[in-house]
């Protein structure tokens, strides 16, 4: 997969708003936690927790894999550019 730095950027926003509404979810749901009494909603909600941790990793994940995408693909180009300019 090729992006140019327009499609970069705009994929690497959306995943720090997913990542930032996860955080957010998973605040909120350990404050919910604190105050609830009944022991099968807590569970429910460790779950929630556990989910959104998950989600968390794999998007983390997504954008390392990205950025190393794109910086192999900024080393080849320059790598081409490079071999190019030999030639001459």
């Known amino acids: 997969m ?3 730095i327009k499609e970069y950027e705009s994929l690497m926003a959306g995943l720090e708003a997913r990542e ?7 605040e909120q749901t350990l404050r919910s936690i604190s105050q609830e ?9 460790l ?3 556990f989910q959104g941790w998950h989600t968390l990793q794999e998007t983390r994940q997504l954008q390392n894999r990205i950025e190393r995408m794109m910086d192999s693909q ?3 180009e320059t790598k081409s550019k490079v071999k190019v300019l ?3």
């Not at 930032?20 to 998973?26: F, V």
């Not at 009494?37 to 909600?45: H, L, N």
Request: aromatic residues 8%; positive net charge; charged residues 45%.
């Open 2 to 4: 090729d992006f140019n």
């Open 20 to 26: 930032e509404k996860i955080i957010r979810l998973i």
């Open 37 to 45: 009494t009944k022991a099968s909603r807590v569970e429910k909600s």
């Open 47 to 49: 779950k929630e927790i």
């Open 74 to 76: 900024a080393k080849n």
């Open 86 to 88: 030999e030639k001459y």
